[in-house]
């Protein structure tokens, strides 16, 4: 089993997919709008009783090195907000981490700067333009929570 995140935008799932393309380097696997789905949206499947604009999408999946992120613009109407979590990123030098924290940043805001801890020699948090919060962190082997060796 695994657990993999879906994250909804309110009708910025295409701007958040070509940020994520460019900060993380993903890549779309598939990318359905509503208007393309083989079952037409009716207002008795949508919450609220809403249609979706047809542009809006529906689903995409995007490959995040070996983790799949799934994308939508979610129903119309809907807030989404990320809170309670964050969604961490693991690299095994400093210069990748560096890059990343700083295409993350961009129209976002630095929770935590990156820096030497305890258990990284290189770990930050940041907010992005969406409000996603993300830890980015080296892992050289020695954190015990990852289960590494």
Known sequence: MKVEPYLFFNGRADEAIE???KALGAQVNMLMRFKDSPEK???EMCPGGVLPPPESVMHSSLSVGDTQLMISDGMPGS???FKGFSLSLG???EASAKK???ALSEGGKVVMPLGKTFY???FGMVEDKFGMGWMVIVDDGSMPHTGKK
Do not use: H
Request: charged fraction near 20%; include cysteine.
């Open 100 to 102: 990343t924290f700083a």
């Open 120 to 122: 990284s020699p290189c």
């Open 79 to 81: 807030k989404p907000e």
């Open 91 to 93: 690299y095994t030098d």
């Open 41 to 43: 949206p009716s207002a």
């Open 19 to 21: 940020f994520y393309k």
